[in-house]
């Protein structure tokens, strides 16, 4: 027997898009245009149509027990992609085949009849997944317990928030226990602690041998829950396979062009500073000298300032602040120097070890200090990056750590005896 819960095959989707055909520059031409449409048999038509494919020719597998991630840009085709599987909407080419009683978690409110209350819509959406109503019974108390809405659950859903929406709508379709589970990045919606919630339930799933279709941004609950991941972009599939590694090209992709890793002033009376000091050169780049990957929390890294020193035999260093998305100082350094410089250019590199700084946003200020001390020149630097956690982790907590660092440091631990010693 096949353990295939999905099959797509050359699943492809075109939308017809209606555009404005022609302009009207005043309301005289638009008058004008209306009598003409009655007056005439055949009015002119004013809207162009173009085809846009959301999917094309998407073909994969996936078999049960599975948690496979679905990763792209928005506007990719990744919530098409789910709609079609689940039937929510037909496909213009292709066949997609599901193998078991399937639950989702599309968008906002699907599933739901806005007229009814929460009460009624969980009974509405486990007789429509094929549930026996004692069934639904049995798991009744659990899913509002989880949702949190057990204060409006006598009230229309057309009341709700777009928050309780998401948490009435994860609870139902993750307890109702489908066999297949489609999450779309609905959950972005809910706070960190629902978050934190319904990702443990999407992992107690799949160790339940259940499959689920995950959508997300989140890279950190990519990483953590889903060993395969299929990238799509432009309604086809990039790459699909190990979750580590497709994800590193895809945030290698995403990120290109974004962030700002050279200021360069090559005209030392054009570049900042003043009469003793002018900036050359601040960049940052990998140790591996690689280009095209991001930086991840193990990536190694090195910052480079270089500089003009104009006046003779003085004695001066740099120091670099590290500053995190908040404004926050995650920590300062510097390269202490005790000799007396000559004229000319100088370049200082700081070396950034792996396993340091915690993901996220992170700038840097440059300060040029003389005799140790006095700050002779601050440079608020553009050059930018983004710290990428792409760690495979075996714990059930799926969000970024606390704290501006997250240093790897050696642990010990030692039996001291029991409890009669």
Request: hydrophobic share 40%; aromatic share 8%; with cysteine.
């Amino acid at each position: 027997m096949s353990d295939i819960t999905i099959r797509a095959e050359n699943l492809s989707k075109r939308y017809n898009i209606a555009t404005a055909k022609y302009r009207y520059d005043t309301l005289c031409d638009q008058l004008a245009d209306g009598l003409k449409s009655v007056f005439l048999r055949k009015g002119r038509s004013h809207l162009a149509e173009r085809t846009f494919w959301a999917l094309k020719d998407v073909s994969f597998e996936v078999r049960q027990g599975e948690i496979v991630g679905i990763i792209g840009q928005n506007g990719a085709g990744k919530s098409t992609l789910l709609k079609v599987i689940s039937r929510i909407t037909v496909p213009t080419d292709g066949r997609a085949e599901i193998f078991g009683r399937v639950g989702s978690l599309l968008e906002v409110g699907t599933g739901f009849h806005p007229e009814l209350t929460g009460r009624e819509n969980i009974y509405l959406n486990g007789a429509i997944i094929g549930m026996k109503k004692e069934e639904i019974r049995r798991r009744f108390d659990a899913i509002v317990e989880f949702a949190e809405v057990g204060e409006f659950l006598d009230m229309p859903v057309k009341r709700y928030s777009s928050g309780m929406y998401v948490r009435l709508g994860f609870a139902v379709a993750a307890h109702l226990e489908p066999e297949i589970l489609l999450v779309d990045e609905v959950l972005s919606v809910g706070d960190a602690a629902f978050q934190k919630k319904c990702l443990d339930k999407i992992g107690d799933a799949a160790r339940d041998g259940r499959t689920v279709l995950l959508i997300s941004h989140n890279m950190t609950a990519v990483n953590s829950l889903c060993k395969r991941v299929i990238w799509v972009n432009g309604g086809k599939i990039v790459e699909d396979g190990p979750t580590a590694q497709i994800v590193t090209r895809y945030l290698a992709t995403s990120v290109k062009g974004m962030d700002l890793s050279e200021e360069v002033w090559n005209d030392v009376n054009d570049a900042p500073g003043n009469d003793m000091v002018r900036l050359h050169r601040v960049r940052l780049r990998r140790q591996d000298g690689c280009l095209s990957d991001p930086l991840t929390m193990q990536t190694p890294f090195q910052v480079e300032v270089e500089y003009w020193n104009l006046a003779a035999d003085t004695h001066l260093h740099t120091t670099l602040h590290l500053y995190t998305a908040e404004g926050i100082i995650a920590f300062t350094t510097c390269n202490l120097n005790n000799r007396p410089l000559a004229t000319g250019l100088y370049r200082n590199v700081c070396y950034f070890p792996g396993d340091l700084l915690n993901s996220g946003s992170h700038r840097f200020v440059v300060l040029v200090v003389k005799d140790g001390s006095s700050v002779i020149y601050s440079h608020e630097s553009r050059v930018s990056f983004d710290i990428f956690d792409v760690r495979e982790r075996q714990g059930v907590w799926y969000g970024k750590e606390p704290g501006v660092v997250q240093p790897v440091l050696e642990w010990k631990m030692e039996y001291l005896g029991g409890f009669s010693d």
